[in-house]
């Protein structure tokens, strides 16, 4: 499951699915072959966001890899959380992929058990399952996230996880 996993997020990155946010043109006109250029985004060209306070505890830091372009309506993002930072419930219409890139946190399906995930790892959440995602509270935790837009809808945010529950998911 894993490698299918990985596999379609490499299909996704790299059949130009996805559009890099404030392209740089690599060559001028069309390439060689009468297709489109390859683009570049430098690593500085889009400025991290804040989470939003109504959808995440603590610190958590937002960076725009892709946008929807064309026939695509899939989004990826890096997301980096401070220990002690996670999402609020919340749910995407058509699923959602992460890989972890640094660090440890957690990620818990509502009414499921908690599962502690590490740098390499894959998760996969189905289309409408509600569930929370994020650091632990000694150390950071930063995913990749991938998720389609389906009528306009990309998450559909609900409550805000507790303290206690938080505390309890990560004892």
């Known amino acids: 499951m894993k490698s299918l996993l990985v596999k379609s997020l490499s299909v996704v990155l790299m059949s130009g699915a996805c559009m890099m946010v404030h392209p740089v043109k690599a060559a001028s006109g069309q390439a060689a072959d009468g297709g489109q250029n390859i683009t ?15 959808r995440f505890t603590g610190s958590v830091k937002m960076d725009t890899l892709a946008v929807p372009t064309g026939p695509s309506h899939a989004r990826v993002l890096s ?14 219409p058509l699923g959602q992929v992460l890989v972890v890139t640094q660090g440890s946190g957690y990620v818990q399906q509502w009414g499921g058990p908690v599962h502690q995930i590490h740098p390499g790892d894959v998760i996969w959440t189905p289309p409408n399952v509600k569930h929370w995602h ?34 309890k998911a990560t004892r």
Not at 40 to 54: K, L
């Open 40 to 54: 570049i985004t430098r690593s500085n060209a889009i400025p991290s966001a804040p989470g939003a306070a109504d």
């Open 79 to 92: 997301v980096t959380f401070a220990p002690g930072g996670y999402t609020a419930w919340h749910s995407h």
């Open 134 to 167: 994020g650091a632990g509270p000694n150390a950071p935790m930063t995913h990749i996230s991938i998720y389609d837009e389906a009528d306009g809808q990309v998450t559909k945010w609900m409550e805000k996880l507790t303290d206690e529950e938080y505390r």
